[in-house]
Nanobody, 124 residues
Framework: QVQLVESGGGLVQAGGSLRLSCVAS????????VGWFHQAPGKERIFVAG????????KYADSVKGRFSISKDNAKSTVYLQMNTLKLEDTAVYYC?????????????????WGQGTQVTVSS
């Protein structure tokens, strides 16, 4: 069993930056690939970025390529999502999730464990 806790969300102006953290407990993250998803009010949960079990392979949604960066520190059982040049449409609750797979996927059904989410609000 893995427990995931996100942090780092908040209110930021458009063009600003935030770094989200996802800390795992129960088991270390070196056995899991990890994905970040976001969900805006009234909308479905959408894949944002993912990183492989070892950390050498990353994936990004087209909407965040060049702006967001995902990284993984297996020694600290922590995954980070660096978000730069934030836009109004990035406003959402951000969730991290862990999957018993080598590589991350954009399919939310593949993930076994989810955090409680952290709110990111981008203002104009």
């Amino acid at each position: 069993q893995v427990q995931l806790v996100e942090s780092g969300g908040g209110l930021v102006q458009a063009g600003g930056s935030l770094r989200l953290s996802c800390v795992a407990s129960g088991r270390t993250l070196n056995s899991y690939s990890v994905g970040w998803f976001h969900q805006a009010p009234g909308k479905e949960r959408i894949f944002v970025a993912g990183i492989s079990r070892i950390g050498g392979n990353t994936k990004y949604a087209d909407s965040v390529k060049g702006r967001f960066s995902i990284s993984k520190d297996n020694a600290k059982s922590t995954v980070y999502l660096q978000m730069n040049t934030l836009k109004l449409e990035d406003t959402a609750v951000y969730y991290c999730a862990a999957a018993n797979t080598r590589y991350s996927t954009s399919d939310s059904d593949a993930y076994n464990y989810w955090g409680q989410g952290t709110q990111v609000t981008v203002s104009s």
